[in-house]
């Protein structure tokens, strides 16, 4: 994968001086970081590759988005592989500071998803299916301890909420504003909700998922 402007060698002395910027605590992260970063960037790779708007084979730092999925599959890696709970955090800080996204490196997201804006976003440690869509102020949370179980295809629209016990059926759309809150959904639908809080499920018409993905 090429990346933009830097190169390999470059991404990674940049996100070095991120760090001794963000956290001036005197800890050399390079072995770590230079362990993990091929593994990150292909997971991240994965995503840009199947997303239809980004240009396949090709990863800007200065993307916003693009960058935050890097981060955050990083500080993922790292987790997986090492317990290295310092420099995961300091991933998982500089993304919450750049990028105005809660996702923490335990939480495992799905091979591909994608973020149309990431400010506000919070993602609790729930289950998430592949080809997700995320937009600004969207929340997956738990409720007494149930986390949610979304299903395949799930695109949460600005300011939708997912929380507690919930089974989000595979391709079900949560309509802005609407909060699904200790219910099921049906798959193929939009979710709506009305003044009182009831959900209102209507069919899909078309394939929405297809305007954002390669399949």
């Known amino acids: 994968m090429d990346i933009v402007h830097l190169g390999r060698s470059g991404l990674l002395r940049y996100l070095e001086n991120q760090l001794n910027s963000f956290f001036p605590d ?22 840009i590759n199947r997303v239809k708007m980004w240009t396949p084979d090709k990863f800007n730092y200065l993307h916003s ?48 998803f ?30 007494h301890g149930a986390a949610p179980v979304l299903g395949e295809g799930v695109i949460m629209y600005p300011n939708s909420a997912i929380i507690g016990d919930c089974k989000v059926a595979d391709r079900s759309v949560i309509s802005q504003g609407v909060s699904v809150i200790s219910r099921d959904t049906q798959a193929n639908s939009l979710v709506f909700q009305k003044d009182g809080g009831e959900l209102v499920f209507k069919k899909d018409q078309r394939d929405i998922l297809a305007d954002f993905f390669r399949f």
């Open 65 to 112: 988005t693009q960058y935050c999925m890097f981060l955050y599959y990083l500080s993922n890696s790292i987790h997986r592989n090492e317990h290295q709970p310092d420099i995961c955090t300091k991933l998982f800080y500089l993304n919450k500071a750049l990028n105005g996204i809660d996702l923490f490196y335990e939480i495992e997201m799905p091979p591909v």
């Open 114 to 143: 994608f973020i149309g804006h990431s400010v506000g976003i919070v993602l609790a440690k729930a289950t998430y299916g592949n080809y997700l869509v995320l937009y600004q102020n969207s929340t997956v949370g738990k409720n």
């Open 26 to 47: 005197g800890k050399n992260s390079r072995d770590v970081l230079e362990k993990y970063i091929d593994e990150a960037l292909v997971r991240t790779g994965n995503c």
